[in-house]
């Protein structure tokens, strides 16, 4: 899904749509469900959404920073017409 740059791995979702879309919380505490809340839907959804990316795409944050402290050094050596 996604993609963007120049990797092979599965990025994630394009930022900013999604369940929501316009009504996107900024900073504060997560919203929390209570009776009678017309938003019920909408805040079930972000539930679920956050749990997802917990479950998904946070155990990726790992692999990642273990490829960026590699460094870049066996890329590089490569020359211009060797890509």
Known sequence: ????GPTTEPSPAPRG????GGRRRR?????????GD?????LEAK???????AEHLMPRAGACLQA????????????????
């Open 1 to 4: 899904v996604g993609g963007g």
């Open 17 to 20: 749509g999604g369940a929501g």
């Open 27 to 35: 900073g504060g505490p997560p919203p929390r469900l209570k009776a």
């Open 38 to 42: 017309s938003d019920r839907d909408f």
């Open 47 to 53: 539930q679920l959404t956050a749990r997802f990316y």
């Open 68 to 83: 960026i402290l590699a460094g870049s050094e066996t890329l590089m050596a490569l020359s211009e017409e060797q890509f």
